[in-house]
């Protein structure tokens, strides 16, 4: 079974600035997805970014960048530009690649408040 | 086009009541997901089904829950017995077999007194 861990319940960073979130991760899995989520207070879970556990390259997506290192099993979100609107809880998750029967469910860490300030 | 639909928004219940709550997926999508999410636990995942038919019930937490789909289209997750224990944001998430994006609702939140 997967697990995934989240150490930092809220965090907080000023407008403009940059803030990682950190997230680590065990699995015996080789091939694998890593997500950031983003759950604003309309509760709606949305996309930030996806990684492979295949490539090497970190991922990016605008001011999104991840920090995936495999061998120590982490994986952080870096925001930079920090804004109002990033103000949400963010999931960090796994998904087993090609689960078959067992389908791709999505392992989450327990989040991590994040508070924009003007 | 539509998202993922959920509903009731929100439900109230006494304890000991049943719920029903409804999840409209994307039009075609086969796979459906449901997950809770309880005050500082995160999301778990409770049940998948492809079509139809629900090869991973392993999250369903106990046999007071169950799930149904019909016409591989609309879901609905009963909870039955309802304890103060239940009360969570319920989500469920739609995608093509096969595909890795998931495509998530608003949620029910579900609150037992």
């Known amino acids: 079974a997967q697990t995934v861990t989240q150490s930092q319940p809220e965090m907080s960073v000023q407008e403009a600035e940059t803030v990682t979130l950190s997230c680590t991760y065990d699995?015996?899995?080789?091939?694998?997805?890593l997500f950031w989520y983003k759950q604003p207070p309309s509760r709606q879970m949305i996309l930030v970014i996806r990684?492979?556990?295949?490539?090497?390259q970190n991922a990016t997506e605008n001011r999104f960048s991840v920090n995936f290192q495999k061998a120590a099993k982490s994986f952080s979100l870096k925001i930079s530009d920090s804004q109002l609107g990033d103000t949400a809880m963010y999931f960090c998750?796994?998904?087993?690649f090609g689960a078959g029967s067992s389908g791709d469910k999505l392992t989450f860490g327990t989040g991590t408040r994040l508070a924009v300030r003007p | 086009g539509a998202g993922v639909s959920q509903s009731p928004s929100n439900k109230v219940t006494e304890k000991g009541k049943d719920v029903e709550l409804r999840c409209d997926p994307i039009?075609?999508?086969?796979?459906l997901y449901w997950y809770r999410q309880s005050l500082g636990q995160g999301l778990e995942f409770l049940i998948y089904?492809?079509?139809?038919?629900?090869?991973?019930k392993s999250g369903l937490p106990s046999d007071r829950f169950s799930a149904e789909r019909t016409g591989g289209s609309v879901s609905t997750l009963t909870i039955q017995r309802t304890q103060q224990e239940d009360s969570a944001v319920y989500l469920c998430?739609?995608?093509?077999?096969?595909?890795?994006?998931?495509?998530f609702g608003p949620g029910t939140r579900l609150t037992v007194l």
């Open positions: 998750a796994f998904m087993k």
């Open positions: 089904f492809q079509g139809n038919s629900a090869p991973d």
């Open positions: 990684q492979e556990a295949y490539k090497q």
């Open positions: 998430a739609s995608s093509l077999v096969g595909l890795w994006e998931q495509f």
């Open positions: 039009s075609g999508h086969t796979a």
């Open positions: 699995t015996s899995e080789n091939n694998y997805y």
